[in-house]
């Protein structure tokens, strides 16, 4: 057969187009590149592989006795957000609805380490962790109620960086027992009356906790003779340690790859079953706080996934959990069902972000009469810090308006006013109502910056701080 | 029809090259960078006001932007996690590119040491997004903003970002004091 000569003629055509075409692509691929590009790629900051400090800490190894007597004034504030975990106070006499313009009288004042630590109180004592930066040593100091005189304080030399301030939680009392959490994972268990050290431990080294970005806000939690603390390791997810020596009772083994975040331990009833519930970074759980299966995992769910939590979790009223979170993060709304055999199922029922809807950058929500109070994030668009009044479902009812902006600082309720702080320092008092923003006073009480510690009120005292120093506000009529 | 003669030609095309050459001239000093910094007024950019709406990277007569992201250090947080420099969502706080904020990779990460991390802005590379900014005012204190870099601004009597701006951010300052810096003051 003959070949055909047009045939041959494309064929070659092609061919020397394709060998051309090859060259030319092989030289552009190899020539070196005349614009510089830099690959966006892991492990360009040169942070070393490791630079965990490993320090031998003797939790509870200095103590110092002080002149300060303790108060028989009445009231308690036991812990992080009173002592139903509410953020409401029980004031014990009826509170002015009015200031002079200096604001209530001021009982005493004490210079604190830099840090947003906020106090406890108990039996006419005031506890606040605090952190020297002289001694470098977080220190419980125990003060007089009265005065603000120091009874005792006890601590353990370990090494902190400032990082926006150094202290950060609340310490817990309950049943004679004061505990605190440092800000790198350390737990003390003192004896709160003489201050006495019961026991220590590092939730880093016996759960293999990691401490979050900026250190750790977890406030501790006593329940039913035990501190409930939420490691979120590898291994352990929460633990419950015995009161009195320290010895664990119950863990629950971690349901994922989860971690420490600022938030603290919840505790409540869902349909019928009283529970823990904690939001780690990358997953939330609750855990069983009943006697038969304390530490039994009930439910879990990795919706909830913001690089940084803050607020704790809040078990609603109606047996919803509502959570919230700053950075971009906004709000979320679960819903917490027991089916017949007795098995939890979790379902999201709101997501939204922070311009849509009720969230909270800090502080954890306070819920009054059905519903949520806070102060928007920076990130809420116009209504960013403002107090804001939300419905259970996040859907912002009133806000406080451009003119009443309070940046991160703490709430608390009591005897139906809200107790506002700023920033900068400037308490205001509002009327505790669903129906809109009803300012009664507003007086500059603390002259420093941060104000970010949660308060406390204990009878008709009101403790709070900036980040340097604490005062003692008489809020009584 | 009597034409036009040589000699009124010449003199009519010496007139026109005299103003042609001034007016030339003119333009030139008009549109010169630094002719407003010798009037003593130059542009910039109000921190405070700054709503970060992204204009300044697409309004500026120059490509790009003349208006950068500066970063005030004694304000900086020197975070690990850094809002400015880190998708909201960022589950690692490494240098990967699926971590970072910046679409043109404008912000260096440099570990000082725990848990310390400096971020450096390279000019070069930022286009005034104001990605950055927004992430830093959403999460941090505000040590990332935008200014307009007199280095690189030709001063145009109407600055094409000014007209744009939403919350009148951009006005003339002293040349004296050109930038309006965070933490300064």
Not at chain 2, 158 to 169: D, L, T, Y
Request: charged fraction near 20%; proline fraction near 6%.
């Amino acid at each position: 057969m003959k070949p055909n000569p047009d045939r041959i003629w494309i064929v070659g055509v092609a061919g020397v187009l394709a060998a051309v075409c090859s060259l030319l692509g092989g030289y552009w691929l190899t020539r070196p590149l005349d614009v510089p590009v830099n690959a966006r790629v892991p492990e360009l900051d040169g942070r070393p592989a490791s630079t965990a400090l490993v320090e031998n800490v003797r939790i509870g190894s200095l103590f110092q006795s002080g002149p300060g007597r303790a108060s028989d004034l009445p009231g308690e504030w036991p812990g992080f957000r009173g002592a139903a975990r509410d953020n409401q106070g029980v004031a014990t006499a009826p509170l002015a609805d009015t200031w002079e313009p200096t604001g209530p009288p001021i009982l005493w004042r004490v210079d604190l380490g830099e840090g947003h630590a906020g106090p406890a109180v108990w039996a006419g004592r005031v506890y606040l962790l605090d952190y020297d930066e002289t001694r470098r040593a977080d220190i419980l100091r125990c003060l007089s109620l009265d005065d603000g005189r120091l009874l005792w304080e006890r601590g353990y030399p370990v090494h902190i960086k400032r990082n926006h301030g150094f202290s950060r939680t609340v310490p817990c009392v309950g049943e004679g027992v004061v505990v605190t959490i440092g800000p790198r994972c350390h737990v003390m268990a003192l004896d709160a009356v003489s201050g006495d050290f019961l026991w220590g431990m590092d939730m880093a080294s016996e759960f293999g906790a990691r401490e979050p970005d900026w250190y750790t806000g977890q406030c501790p939690l006593i329940d039913q003779g035990h501190v409930v603390l939420a490691p979120c390791g590898p291994q352990v997810f929460l633990a419950g340690i015995n009161l009195r020596d320290g010895r664990t009772a119950w863990t629950t083994p971690s349901p994922g790859h989860w971690k420490m975040s600022h938030a603290s331990v919840a505790v409540g009833a869902i349909a019928g079953k009283r529970m823990y519930v904690y939001a780690g970074i990358n997953g939330m759980a609750g855990v069983s706080a009943e006697a038969g299966d304390c530490g039994r995992l009930l439910w879990k769910t990795e919706a909830w996934t913001p690089a940084v939590i803050v607020p704790s979790p809040m078990i609603l009223e109606d047996g919803r959990i509502f959570v919230t979170a700053g950075y971009g993060s906004g709000s979320m709304a679960l819903d917490v069902k027991r089916g017949e055999g007795g098995q939890f199922a979790v379902s999201v029922v709101k997501r939204y972000g922070p311009r849509d809807g009720f969230a909270s950058e800090q502080q954890t929500p306070v819920e009054y009469g059905g519903c949520l109070f806070g102060i928007l994030p920076k990130d809420a668009g116009p209504g960013r810090n403002q107090f804001a009044c939300a419905d259970g479902m996040g859907t912002i009812l009133w806000t406080s308006g451009p003119g009443d902006r309070f940046g991160l600082g703490p709430v608390l309720l009591a005897s139906n006013r809200f107790l506002v702080l700023s920033d900068e320092g400037e308490l205001t008092m509002a009327q505790a109502s669903t129906e809109g923003w009803k300012p009664m006073a507003k007086a500059k009480v603390l002259q420093g910056h941060d104000s970010w510690g949660p308060m406390a009120l204990a009878g008709t005292r009101l403790l709070l701080r900036d980040s340097k120093q604490m005062i003692c506000l008489e809020l009584k009529r | 029809m009597k034409g036009e003669s040589r000699r009124d030609f010449l003199k009519k095309a010496a007139r026109w090259s005299v103003l042609a050459l001034l007016g030339g001239v003119a333009f030139r000093m008009a549109g010169k960078p630094g002719a407003g910094r010798r009037s003593g007024m130059v542009w910039q950019i109000d921190p405070a006001k700054c709503i970060q709406c992204g204009r300044c990277e697409t309004s500026c007569v120059r490509t790009p932007s003349a208006v950068k992201c500066v970063h005030s250090y004694d304000i900086c947080g020197f975070c690990n996690l850094c809002g400015g420099y880190h998708q909201p969502g960022a589950k690692d706080t490494g240098t990967g590119a699926e971590n970072q904020l910046c679409p043109t990779d404008a912000i260096r990460r440099r570990f000082v040491e725990e848990p310390y991390f400096q971020y450096d802005i390279v000019e070069d590379l930022c286009i005034g997004c104001a990605k950055c900014v927004k992430g830093c005012a959403a999460f941090g204190n505000g040590s990332l903003f935008l200014q307009v870099r007199h280095d690189r601004c030709w001063n145009c009597n109407e600055c094409s970002i000014a007209r744009v701006c939403p919350s009148g951010a951009i006005s003339r300052v002293p040349s004296g004091r050109p930038y309006r810096l965070r933490g300064q003051g």
